[in-house]
């Protein structure tokens, strides 16, 4: 059960459809995959997201922190050596993405090796997940129409509405715009990725009064202090702190400082091991998880879904699964496939999926 060796590829994938937010936009997924090697034979895999409008890593970058330091510092651990691993990647600052790819990768090798689904190892609360869908910027008519494909294919009800422009009537419209459509029949939340101020935050929030959203997410910057306490103190629906809170210091310095009152969790930041950490902490905290997308590819779906289904409180609401609609293709041998609204989890060995050879060699982008 020792690893011998960590890979970092890279590879790029074109979307359909770029996601436009507030931080940045999307038109490819220009990811890292990470496979660990083990002296069983066994060999785990994950997938690294660079963000760097939100984290600043990068695909160079990712591979350089990977390659230079993390692989060094674990081969020759064990796959049961995880909170060793998580120590010894501690003391490099940042690169999350990195760390969380090489973390999960590791309980992919270990369940392979033990011949037990991750969902189960870390919980194995639920098989499935409700789908919740990310409706990047766009005119208000595509995005409803989007919706409406989301509803009609997917059966999907829950909508994560990006705000966050200026000016914000251009939000506020299609919010309004998706409820005048759906009626009561679909949960709406909206994430500003920080594009307002607080001020702003507050009187869009009070144009969108009636339109009974489920959440507000990251509206404005954690770095306004005193502004985003100010705004969370005055909304009705729970304050979700999204690229606020990568680790779980910034999960407590956030909700203990009363600048939100609801958490995301993403496994493309927090891997398995911290992640698991941040949901014991929302947890004593009593504070809602939403299991968030970093625009992941379908390795990165799933082991979010891994990882949400295995609690309840984090399969408690729909969670962010679908992002990977948007991709052109992906590396997988067999597609995810989100039905009647859910996605459910692989009962295979490890996170549960298969990288297609052929695939990786198409869009590998160093050979
Ligand atoms: C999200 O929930 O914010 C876009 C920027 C980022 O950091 O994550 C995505 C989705
Ligand atoms: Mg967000």
Redesign the pocket.
Known sequence: MKITAVEAIPFTIPYVKPLR?A??EVHAATHVLVRVHTDAGVVGVAEAPP?P??YGETQDGIIAVIKGVFAPAVVGLTLLEREVVAARMARTVGNPAAKSAVDMAIWDALGKVLGLPVGDMLGGYTDRMRVSH?LGFAEPAAMVAEAEKMVDIYGIRTFKVKVGRHPASLDTAVVRALRERFGSDVDLYV?G?RGWTAAESARAMREMADLDLLFA??LCDAADVLGRRWLVEQLPVPFIA??SVPTPADVTREILGRSATAV?IKTARSGFTTSRRTHHLAEGLGVPVVM????DGQIGTACTLAFGSAFELTSRYAG?LSNFLDMSDDLLTEPLQIRDGHLHRSTAPGIGFEIDPDKLDRYRTDN
Request: charged share 35%; hydrophobic share 20%.
């Open positions: 937010f931080s940045g963000r409008f939100t990310m994430d990725n997410e990251e999204d690229e995301s968030g997308n970093q625009i962010e």
